[in-house]
C-alpha cells in the first residue's frame, strides 16, 4: 500500500516537473534561433559573427538582451523585432536603411547600438519613435552626413549619444532639445563647421561635450547658454580663431578644457577670452597664438594687460562676440565725414588682428573742422564706420560731453584736451567770431 502510495507521488511530482519545464521555464535550447546560442539569467540571444542578412526569427520574446553585431544585415523593417528587450547589438554590419518605427515595439530597450555602419549615410525622423526608456545610443562611424531635426525626438531618458566619427557637417537648431538628462555628447571627428545660438539648447544637465576633430570656425556667442552643468569640453584641433567671453562664462562648472590646435587669433578679439582664462581655475591646455605676427607662438593664457592695452572696450551686444567698438559721438562724428583716400591701405589695414585704434594723434588737438587728409594715413574707414550716422557739426557739438562714459581713449591716445570739459558758449559760430575778432586785431597792429 505504501509503494502504491510513494509511485503516485513520484508520478505527480514527475508530470509536476514537466509541466512546469515546459510551461513554467520555457527550454531555452528550443526557444533559440538557429546558429545562435542562449543564455539564461539574464536570458541573452547571442548571435553575433554569423553572416546573417536579416535578423533572425525566433528569438524569445523575453530575450534581455540579443547580440547581433559582425553580420551582414543590411536593412530593419518595422517587422525585425517583436521581443522585450533591454539591450540591443547592431554594430559592425552593413545596414543601409532602418525603416521609420523599426524599433517601435522595444518598448523596453535600454541601450541600441549601430555603430560601425558605414553605408547607413541618412536616417528618417522617425526612427527611434517609441524608445522613451533609451539611455545609450551608439551610431558612431556610420557615414552620416545630415540628422533630421525631430532625429532625437522624445527621447527624454537618453543620457549617452556617440555620433563621433561620421560625415557631418550641420547640426540644425533644437536638435537635442528634448535630451534633457544627457549627460555624455560626442561629436569629435566630423566636420562641423559652426554652432549655432540654438544647436545645444536643451541640454540642461550635459557633462561632457567632445566636438574636437572638426572644422569648426564660428561658435556663437550663447551656442552654450544651457550648458551650465558641463565640466569637460573639448575644442582642439579646429579652425577656431576667436572664441567669445561669454561662451565660456555660460558654462561655469567646466573643469577640463582643451583648446590647442586652432588658429588663434591674439588682437583685441581675444581680450574677452583671455580675461576669462584669469579669473578661471580650469585644468586647461596651451592656446598658441597664430596672428598677429608680435604674438605669433605665444601662449593667449599668459599675454599681459599691456599686450591688449589700446584695445577698446568689448560691445556686449556683438552677437559675433568679437572685441568692436562702441562708438562715442565724437568718434562717429569723425568717420561720418572723414574719408581717407585710398593710399592709406598700405599703411593700416583695419582688420581683426589690428588693433582698432581711435583716429587720434597724442601730439595733435582735436579738431572737428580738420580735414580727412590730416588723418588719412592713422586708419582705413571699413564698411562698419561707414555706415554709421552722419552727424552735422552742429549736432557733433551739441552732443559734446554726453557720450558714452564706458569708451575712453587710453592715455598715450588721448588727444590733449580731450576729457576737459567744453563751456556752454563754445559753437561753431563763436569760434568763428572770436577767430574773425584776433584776426582783424592782428591786421591793425602790423599796419
Known amino acids: 500500500m505504501e509503494l502504491y502510495r510513494f509511485s503516485r507521488v513520484f508520478c505527480g511530482l514527475s508530470l509536476w516537473l514537466v509541466t512546469w519545464l515546459i510551461i513554467g521555464k520555457p527550454n531555452v535550447a528550443l526557444g533559440c534561433p538557429r546558429l545562435c546560442v542562449c543564455y539564461p539569467s539574464p536570458m541573452t540571444v547571442s548571435c553575433q559573427s554569423q553572416n546573417f542578412t536579416t535578423v533572425p526569427a525566433g528569438v524569445p520574446f523575453d530575450s534581455q538582451r540579443v547580440f547581433l553585431q559582425n553580420n551582414q544585415i543590411t536593412e530593419l523593417r518595422v517587422d525585425s523585432f517583436g521581443f522585450e528587450t533591454q539591450v540591443l547589438w547592431l554594430y559592425s554590419n ?39 526608456k533609451l539611455q545609450s545610443l551608439h551610431m558612431h562611424r556610420c557615414g552620416l552626413a545630415i540628422l533630421p531635426h525631430d532625429l532625437f525626438h522624445k527621447l527624454y531618458s537618453l543620457q549617452f549619444l556617440y555620433l563621433q566619427e561620421n560625415q557631418i557637417h550641420f547640426l540644425p537648431d533644437d536638435l537635442f532639445s528634448d535630451l534633457v538628462n544627457l549627460t555624455h555628447l560626442f561629436l569629435h571627428g566630423n566636420r562641423i563647421r559652426t554652432l549655432s545660438e540654438n544647436v545645444l539648447r536643451g541640454l540642461v544637465n550635459l557633462d561632457r561635450l567632445l566636438l574636437h576633430e572638426n572644422r569648426i570656425k564660428q561658435i556663437h556667442r550663447k551656442a552654450f547658454r544651457d550648458l551650465g552643468r558641463l565640466t569637460i569640453l573639448y575644442l582642439f584641433n579646429n579652425s577656431i580663431s576667436e572664441l567669445p567671453g561669454q561662451v565660456l562664462r555660460d558654462s561655469a562648472s567646466i573643469q577640463f578644457l582643451r583648446l590647442n590646435g586652432n588658429p588663434w587669433s591674439c588682437g583685441c578679439e581675444a581680450r574677452a577670452l583671455w580675461e576669462w582664462f584669469r579669473k578661471s581655475r580650469v585644468s586647461t591646455s596651451e592656446l598658441l597664438c597664430s596672428s598677429p605676427s608680435p604674438k605669433r607662438g605665444s601662449d593667449l593664457r599668459f599675454l599681459r594687460e599691456m599686450d591688449f592695452a589700446l584695445c577698446p572696450l568689448p560691445d556686449p551686444g556683438s552677437l559675433a562676440g568679437t572685441t568692436t567698438t562702441t562708438f562715442s559721438t565724437k568718434t562717429r562724428w569723425w568717420f561720418s565725414k572723414s574719408k581717407p583716400v585710398s593710399s592709406s591701405k598700405g599703411i593700416f589695414s583695419k582688420s581683426s588682428e589690428l588693433v582698432k585704434a581711435f583716429p587720434f594723434s597724442s601730439g595733435k588737438p582735436l579738431n572737428p573742422s580738420t580735414s580727412s587728409t590730416s588723418f588719412s594715413t592713422k586708419y582705413e574707414i571699413g564698411e562698419e564706420e561707414a555706415a554709421l550716422p552722419k552727424l552735422d557739426p552742429e549736432e557733433y557739438w551739441a552732443n559734446y560731453g554726453n557720450e558714452d562714459a564706458s569708451v575712453r581713449c587710453f592715455e598715450l591716445e588721448c588727444p590733449p584736451g580731450f576729457d576737459s570739459p567744453v563751456l556752454p558758449s563754445s559753437s561753431p559760430s563763436s569760434s568763428s567770431f572770436f577767430l574773425s575778432l584776433y584776426l582783424v586785431i592782428f591786421l591793425l597792429f602790423i599796419n
Request: charged residues 30%.
Open 94 to 132: 552593413n545596414i543601409s536603411w532602418i525603416e521609420p518605427g523599426a524599433f517601435s515595439e522595444l518598448r523596453e530597450l535600454e541601450e541600441l547600438d549601430l555603430g560601425d555602419n558605414p553605408n547607413l549615410r541618412q536616417l528618417d525622423g522617425g526612427v527611434f519613435r517609441g524608445l522613451e
